[in-house]
């Protein structure tokens, strides 16, 4: 992780539970139960999403242009470690590493996705997690930057605030939310299914939970002008 800090006497003990706290893989020990829309990720359905999304040039470069401008207000600083939740194949993160030189981890349910993303060499295996949001695998602060890109939207309203909460405690720097939106909260079909996308003001929702949290920017992207969906995004700071 970037920085460093000034050089004071610590016991071996204060020395152990320091790495401890940064170490990225640290777990917090509690499990949470597969909701039936994490359960609709993990198999069939998630599969052949894995399937129709293979890596394409014009979509890594849609990704990449979006990601130049979400970073933008962090250009002269840029995050040295990122964790992606839920992603998939890796097409975000395989973006920002021709955009950033930092460590990427990535959570994701899905086992095809996950076998894909370990075997493509843009993570490294051991910072491929199973797991989903709501109870991420990682310390307390272990990344600079977490966020989320057309994820928020599937996941199950009751857990929506937890997933935000575990997003918050691993990110020592920034959060960015990148989704579909919705002045109210509301349910879509999709691809034939209920209760499987859920659009709403994530921003808001981001700031309602943490006031203190400094909104660098945020702004949409037009599917017609950039080859990809409709999508709010905002990039927050912690204090």
Not at 82 to 100: F, H, K, P, Q, T
Not at 157 to 179: G, K, Q
Request: hydrophobic fraction near 40%; charge should be neutral.
């Amino acid at each position: 992780m970037a920085g460093g800090h000034g050089r004071d006497r610590k016991t071996s003990r204060d020395c152990r539970d320091q790495h401890r706290s940064r170490d990225p893989r640290a777990r917090k020990g509690r499990v949470v139960s597969d909701t039936p829309q994490v359960d609709f990720w993990r198999g069939a359905f998630g599969d052949a999403y894995t399937d129709r999304n293979a890596l394409s040039g014009d979509a890594l470069r849609a990704r990449t242009a979006m990601w130049a401008r979400v970073l933008e207000p962090v250009r002269s600083r840029p995050p040295a470690s990122v964790l992606e939740v839920g992603a998939n194949v890796g097409i975000n993160l395989r973006a920002l590493s021709g955009l950033l030189d930092a460590d990427l981890y990535a959570v994701e349910p899905n086992a095809a996705a996950r076998g894909r993303l370990s075997e493509s060499g843009l993570v490294q295996p051991d910072h491929v997690f199973d797991a989903t949001g709501d109870d991420l695998p990682l310390a307390d602060g272990a990344v600079e930057m977490v966020f989320t890109s057309g994820v928020l939207i599937h996941v199950a309203p009751e857990r929506l605030e937890a997933t935000c909460r575990e997003m918050h405690r691993v990110s020592s720097r920034l959060i960015a939310c990148v989704e579909y939106f919705s002045v109210s909260p509301e349910e879509r079909t999709y691809r034939d299914h209920s209760e499987r996308l859920f659009k709403r003001d994530f921003g808001g929702f981001w700031w309602d939970l943490f006031p203190d949290l400094r909104l660098l920017d945020y702004g949409f992207f037009w599917r017609r002008a950039t080859g990809l969906d409709d999508l709010t995004w905002w990039l927050f700071e912690k204090p």
